[in-house]
């Protein structure tokens, strides 16, 4: 039996799809589809539920991806191990990330480090939140990049940096005509805001109460680049991190205000899985980030120091009227 074909079922799970396991591996939907039947053929048993949208592992198929997704785990590491042993940067590093920080903080940092080793594969996936943090437990990706990052008994946290929130809005908004404001002046102004499921929608609620401050729901979107979308055609003005709108207000389509009576922060940080080992081309990439307080262990596994200014630390906004 051929690695390739573990490795092609266990990019089927992972991606919960036929057509991007696929892509990934250089062949077509209906290769992939045939080598996860060949191996049911060999095995004797179902190990995908096609009949369910999407589909669903049987509990045969769940027991047989755990133990292929270890053999190809360990197998690329071997490789990048010996490789390594001719100084050579050539291994592979998955990094699941929201689109936010993904966008705009991973692509310098991504070209930086494959102009110094060109033969390194490094994967930038894009996943809800949600998605980030199950990538990470079921070790489908070395890294996650998230915001308000906080440790669970799988998964640990360290915080990278915080970003200032500031309001945005259209050039034709009234606001534009500020260069800060008091949260008050917000009151009664229509707001296209983060979805409620999210983390900083409900710290930017909490602040808003806090100072007494109702505004008008206008809109509600689950990531950043639709909400500028809405500010842009003056559907309301909203609250986002500095850095994810520096390229509109360069280019005038939006307008960035100073909050003059707080200071309103999003934490981001990395995730990764307790006890990882990592294979040497991750370590290299984790030291480029230079993130304060992480480093690694003889045995390649991360650490880092916990000196109150990380994950066990409450990382919401820090607000001072």
């Known amino acids: 039996m051929q690695l390739k074909s573990l490795k092609i079922f266990c990019d089927v799970v992972s991606r919960r799809s036929f057509s991007r396991a696929a892509d990934d591996n250089g062949i077509s939907q209906s290769g992939a589809s045939q080598v996860v039947h060949q191996l049911e053929e060999r095995l ?3 190990l995908i539920d096609r009949s369910k949208r999407p589909f669903m592992l049987t509990p045969e198929g769940d027991t047989y991806y755990e133990g292929c997704r270890k053999l ?22 998955v990094v699941a990330s929201i689109y936010s920080i993904g966008l705009h903080h991973m692509n310098s940092y991504l070209q930086q480090f494959l102009a110094q080793h060109p033969k390194a594969n490094i994967r930038l ?6 998605r980030v943090i199950e990538a990470i437990e079921k070790d489908e990706a070395d890294l996650g990049l998230v915001s308000y990052p906080r440790p669970s008994r799988t998964i ?9 929130m500031v309001l945005v809005c259209s050039p034709d908004h009234a606001l534009a005509e500020k260069d800060s404001v008091d949260l008050d002046a917000l009151d009664g102004q229509s707001m296209v805001c983060f979805d409620s499921s999210l983390q900083v929608r409900r710290e930017i609620d909490r602040v808003l109460q806090e100072n ?12 950043i680049e639709t909400i500028k979308r809405a500010v842009e055609i003056n559907a309301g003005f909203s609250l986002l991190p500095e850095p994810t709108v520096a390229r509109e207000v ?6 960035k205000v100073r909050l003059a009576s707080c200071s309103l922060t999003r934490p981001i940080g990395v995730v990764y899985r307790r006890g990882k080992h990592l294979t040497g081309t991750a370590r290299i ?12 262990d003889e045995n390649g596994e991360i650490e880092h120091t916990r000196n109150g200014s990380h994950a066990e630390r409450r990382m919401t906004a820090d607000v001072r009227g």
């Open 44 to 46: 004797g048993v179902k």
């Open 72 to 93: 190809v785990q360990r197998y690329f590491q071997l490789e990048d191990e010996v490789r390594s042993l001719h100084d050579e940067v050539a291994g592979r590093v």
């Open 125 to 130: 996936e894009y996943l809800h939140p949600q």
């Open 156 to 164: 640990d946290a360290v915080l990278w940096q915080q970003e200032p």
């Open 212 to 223: 007494e401050v109702e505004v008008n729901v206008a809109m509600e979107f689950d990531n």
């Open 250 to 255: 360069e280019s005038g389509s939006l307008h």
């Open 285 to 296: 990439f984790i030291e480029s980030l230079d993130i304060p307080g992480l480093s690694l």
